[in-house]
């Protein structure tokens, strides 16, 4: 299993602030709840790789 191996697994994403200054990631999928949450720094590293996932995205031909 890696990144690229597709899923038929339907999940909802949620992303804010918590009430500790955190920011969580919340993954909720049938039968499975996952709070991920990351201080103010970690979550801007997070946000800058995926904006540089989305650059790479656009270049590959489909």
Request: proline share 6%; net charge negative.
């Given at each position: 299993?890696?990144?690229?191996?597709?899923?038929?697994?339907?999940?909802?994403?949620?992303?804010?602030?918590?009430?500790?200054?955190?920011?969580?990631?919340?993954?909720?999928?049938?039968?499975?709840?996952?709070?991920?949450?990351?201080?103010?720094?970690?979550?801007r590293?997070?946000?800058?790789?995926?904006?540089?996932?989305?650059?790479?995205?656009e270049?590959?031909?489909?």
């Amino acid at each position: 299993m890696g990144i690229n191996t597709e899923r038929d697994i339907e999940a909802n994403l949620q992303i804010g602030p918590t009430d500790q200054g955190m920011v969580r990631l919340f993954i909720e999928a049938p039968g499975v709840e996952i709070p991920m949450d990351f201080e103010p720094d970690e979550a801007r590293e997070i946000a800058e790789e995926i904006l540089a996932a989305v650059k790479a995205a656009e270049t590959v031909k489909r």
